[in-house]
């Protein structure tokens, strides 16, 4: 006998535009811890005898809240912001994919279970890992548009659109809108991760309670990320590396793989190099993440209330039109066959 759900569910699509939006309004508070992330995981330390900067625009940045201050000071505020349009049209993307494709996978995997119990770790881990790996198929070209955005340096900052045909202008042409791709495919651990671990914390520490307060979700969700981010920071710093401009010291040249990005900044700046921006990274990651698991919990529970709405009032206009039918019945004189 399949596991038949205590509560009532939402469909795959109304999971993923709850999960999206809590993404989406998450990031957009965040966003500054983005920028300050992103700029700091590309920037190559200078050695004293480096002839040239290895950094894209020259400037370098020392710390979280050196690098907000060099922002604001050379760009405004609107530096903080620069490619949100992008970032959040990704972030939306994204997330939508994951949250519909992780519904999918995991109600037909429930589905097919005699024993109503939940997933194991690994289950929750594998489950969220085919999410992810179906929803960055689809959506990588936005990372790779807002993450070139991200790293312009004033003078040649341009639009989403205009971003992306520079990218496609490159000598990787089309398949430049995929670089990264590898990395992005190895980093669903990440997610996987995440969720994986959210949904365990959850049955741990709350066991049998089916909606959250947003504090509790919020705890969770940044305890889940924590873990996350730090098991996959040289993949994330590898990634960034693949998809932003390559630093002048490479004349040019860009990265072919995340194990060059790897070699290349220990190479030049040493094994630890491969967690640089952790700071803003985790910040950035427990923020999104405790903020999208508390509103992701408060809009299933509108959702769900606003398909149960619907289906009452769906229910109430057939009520209605039978008994109209019913009541005009009486009037209609039977067609009687000779």
């Not at 003078?155 to 992306?164: F, M, P, S």
């Not at 793989?257 to 910040?283: C, D």
Request: no cysteine; proline share 7%.
């Amino acid at each position: 006998m399949a596991v038949v759900a205590s509560k009532p569910s939402l469909p795959p699509w109304g999971n993923a535009l709850a999960g999206a939006t809590g993404a989406v309004l998450a990031n957009a508070l965040v966003y500054p811890l983005d920028i300050v992330k992103t700029r700091l995981q590309v920037q190559i330390k200078r050695k004293p005898d480096d002839p040239t900067p290895l950094t894209v625009d020259g400037v370098h940045y020392a710390s979280t809240m050196d690098a907000l201050s060099k922002i604001v000071d050379e760009e405004g505020v609107m530096g903080l912001y620069s490619g949100i349009n992008g970032a959040l049209i990704g972030v939306a993307s994204t997330n939508f994919a994951y949250f519909y494709w992780y519904s999918v996978v995991r109600t037909l995997y429930l589905s097919t279970q005699t024993f109503s119990k939940p997933p194991t770790t690994a289950i929750e881990l594998s489950l969220g890992a085919v999410a992810g790996a179906v929803a960055q198929v689809f959506t990588i070209p936005v990372s790779v548009v807002t993450t070139r955005q991200q790293t312009q340096p004033k003078g040649e900052r341009r639009g989403l659109l205009d971003t992306g045909r520079e990218v496609v202008n490159s000598e990787d042409g089309w398949t430049g809108l995929w670089r990264g791709l590898k990395a992005s495919l190895v980093l669903v651990v990440n997610p996987a991760i995440t969720y994986g671990a959210y949904q365990r914390l959850k049955d741990l520490i709350y066991p049998g309670k089916t909606h959250l307060r947003p504090f509790e979700a919020f705890i969770l969700g940044a305890m889940s990320k924590s873990i996350a981010t730090i098991v996959t920071q040289p993949l994330i710093v590898a990634k960034v590396g693949l998809q932003s401009r390559p630093p002048p010291a490479r004349q040019g040249k860009p990265f072919k793989s995340f194990v060059e990005v790897m070699k290349f900044i220990i190479e030049h700046e040493g094994p630890l190099a491969l967690f640089k921006g952790i700071v803003p990274q985790i910040t950035k990651g427990v923020l999104v993440q405790g903020l999208l698991m508390m509103t992701k919990e408060r809009m299933e529970i509108l959702f769900i209330a606003l398909f149960a709405y619907l289906r009452r009032l769906r229910s109430a206009k057939l009520q209605q039109a039978a008994n109209a039918a019913a009541e005009k019945a009486k009037y209609v004189l039977p067609i009687v066959g000779k």
